[in-house]
């Protein structure tokens, strides 16, 4: 519509509550006896416990109990996804520890000080054994077991025989290559957290209250009701401010898990929230790949085949990360190449050491890096410069929807489009020229031009999501939606979607999420869904309440339906007729509250693409990187709020950076 709010840069109104602390983040609860949780972690990769003395640690001042596996009895389980289920992780460590940080035992205190203190005197009797801690070597026969009676290899993916030998036949080039997609720590300013109150809160009548910093309140919710036999409707799952996610508070972990059974079986309130030092051993690692890749090609540079190996390390308990080699790492390998030919086999390793999730792209980053990794390699065997091998290859815009051979089905893709805006923002020409000038002339600092062509996933598997618009008597709207933001601007986005179809001033529209209680599905956030599924919801909601709302005013004002609109002024008026108008206040207060709530549904994903143009100085003596300038240009769709887009480029920008130097 004219004067549409959309496509501008609006300030997040997220900001003014972060800003001046007036936000609350679950380390902030002050519930009325709440207790504090430190746990006892192993300080060995692997080994048998031989038993646990807790008594010197009860005794302490301040201290309320102290909890082994056989005291709470608590079920082993998975995380967010299952690799393979039967591989359990308890939420105390049982019999074995099987990684530096897993937690054998937990102090509760009347403190955090008294609980933290008295963790030291906690002694843990414990027989050494050997581990495994690379994931390749985990692989290999006579690798130190990480369970008795099998092997380290918790899932596989393997290419039919023909289509392995297949892969490279016509190739009259073969470039090959081991690629090591690096284990990371997901390092949120804010670790996990959660904060359990035996009962109801607010005066509501539930067996279960849990704060948590979460992505997923309504899976959390989910995940706890089941393993505590509870009905799900008894458990409130509520997620004030989160100081960050990308991935790794996604699912119930095993510290929650144990903070829930210590609630139950004291019947008091009790809170963990988690110091950095934690976080670093606790919170699931990502990435963690080692790739195999051969890659053929005609000797004019146009790719005949991809044989690809990749072993994803999933840490201890296999993790649900080292199982994303065999979903979105596979899915994802032919990239936005015409590839003809592709044998993939994925193995995923267990090894002594922190599980493995997710962390921002979730094993599509991965992807990219190692395909277009072996691009560079074929550019420089045939001599050909790195754009001209990608142009030659790149999938034909006229052939999409395509579907890949790997199953993915992209929508619509121009590849070259995002490459050649990169390229003359970067000036890529000039550049080459600087790099051949100062390798003549023999210059120790070097110049890096690095190029990348990408396609992603968002709203993996497409599904559905929740959202409603309520407009009250005075006229202002909350809206809600079962996503659940922590930092992406949810409520800025969502509340100019709101504004822009209803007509309502933004300042005039509450958001509301992350409640279980308030809000009654959903599927949190996680892929990059959030928008495209939640937004979505939220509009169509808006559009439902328009029309109740133009029923509604069309019977105030005694005109058709179809007469009536909705004005640039946010006014209800009779297309064509000189009348007074009628306010949404006016037309809201006439009856109950205009309220939709509904599900979007979405068949399959979309898949958004771009490029990227990056130069470093490298100097080749000491070995000092220096970025220089990064450009990249990213297909957004319609850009709603160009800061929110901004800030996600930023910040994607600073963690890929961070990775690879």
Not at 393 to 410: E, Q
Not at 450 to 470: L, P
């Amino acid at each position: 519509m004219p004067g549409s709010i959309l496509g501008t840069s609006v300030r997040r109104v997220e900001d003014r509550e972060l800003i001046t602390g007036a936000s609350t983040y679950v380390g902030n609860l002050a519930l009325p006896g709440l207790l504090h949780l430190a746990f006892v972690r192993s300080p060995l990769a692997h080994g048998r416990i031989a038993g646990i003395e807790t008594a010197q640690a009860a005794a302490a001042p301040g201290v309320v109990a102290v909890f082994t596996a056989a005291d709470l009895d608590l079920p082993a389980h998975h995380g967010l996804l299952v690799v393979n289920p039967e591989l359990p992780r308890p939420p105390l460590a049982t019999d074995r520890v099987r990684f530096v940080g897993e937690a054998v035992a937990v102090v509760v205190g009347e403190t955090k000080a008294a609980a933290v203190d008295a963790v030291e005197l906690v002694e843990v009797d414990y027989d050494p054994l050997p581990a495994a801690v690379d994931p390749e070597a985990a692989l290999e026969a006579g690798a130190p077991a990480q369970f008795e009676g099998r092997d380290n290899l918790a899932a596989g993916l393997r290419a039919a025989p023909a289509d392995a030998e297949a892969a490279l036949a016509d190739a009259e080039v073969v470039v090959r290559a081991r690629m090591v997609n690096q284990r990371l720590a997901v390092m949120p300013m804010e670790g996990n957290a959660i904060a359990v109150l035996p009962g109801g809160y607010e005066g509501r009548d539930d067996d279960l209250t849990i704060w948590a910093s979460t992505q997923m309140p309504h899976g959390f919710r989910a995940q706890a009701a089941t393993l505590f036999g509870l009905a799900t409707e008894r458990v409130r799952v509520i997620t004030p401010h989160v100081g960050g996610g990308f991935g790794g508070k996604a699912g119930m972990l095993a510290e929650h898990t144990t903070a829930v059974g210590v609630a139950r079986a004291i019947g008091r309130p009790v809170s963990w929230v988690e110091t950095r030092s934690e976080n670093l051993v606790s919170m699931p690692h990502g990435r963690g790949q080692v790739a195999y890749y051969e890659l053929g090609l005609s000797r004019e540079g146009r790719i005949t085949g991809l044989r690809a190996r990749v072993v994803g390390d999933s840490g201890a308990y296999a993790g649900f990360g080292g199982g994303l080699t065999l979903g979105p790492t596979y899915l994802m390998s032919q990239g936005v190449y015409a590839i003809p030919k592709i044998a993939f086999d994925g193995a995923v390793a267990l090894t002594n050491t922190t599980p493995m999730g997710a962390f921002r792209g979730a094993g599509r980053p991965e992807a990219t890096a190692h395909l277009e990794r072996m691009m560079d390699l074929a550019a420089d065997e045939l001599g050909l410069d790195p754009v001209e091998i990608r142009r030659r290859n790149f999938l034909d815009p006229a052939s999409f929807p395509v579907t890949t051979l790997p199953g993915a089905r992209y929508d619509i893709g121009d590849y070259d489009l995002p490459l050649r805006e990169a390229l003359r923002l970067a000036d890529y020409e000039k550049l080459r020229e600087e790099q051949r000038t100062r390798r003549e002339a023999g210059d120790p600092v070097a110049l890096g031009i690095g190029i990348c062509v990408y396609v992603e996933i968002t709203a993996g598997g497409g599904g559905s999501e929740f959202g409603s618009v309520t407009v009250h008597a005075d006229g202002s709207a909350t809206i809600s939606a079962g996503t659940s933001a922590h930092g992406q601007g949810h409520a800025t986005a969502f509340a100019m979607l709101a504004s822009d179809r209803l007509g309502i001033p933004f300042e005039k529209i509450r958001f509301v999420q992350s409640d279980t209680a308030l809000v009654p599905r959903g599927s949190g956030t996680g892929g990059s869904r959030s928008l495209q599924m939640g937004g979505n919801a939220v509009l169509v909601a808006a559009d439902d309440v328009l029309e109740q709302a133009r029923r509604r005013a069309a019977e105030l004002m005694e005109a058709a339906v179809d007469d009536v609109e909705l004005t640039e002024a946010g006014e209800f008026g009779v297309a064509g007729v000189p009348s007074v108008p009628l306010t949404w206040e006016q037309v809201a207060s006439h009856g109950e509250e205009l309220f939709a709530g509904l599900d979007f549904h979405q068949d399959g994903a979309t898949y958004p693409f771009g490029a990227h143009v990056s130069v470093v100085e490298v100097d080749t003596e000491t070995g000092r990187v220096t970025p220089r300038r990064h450009v990249a240009v990213d297909d957004c769709g319609r850009v709603l709020n160009p800061l929110l887009v901004e800030g996600q480029q930023h910040g994607g920008l600073a963690q890929g950076v961070a990775q690879a130097l």
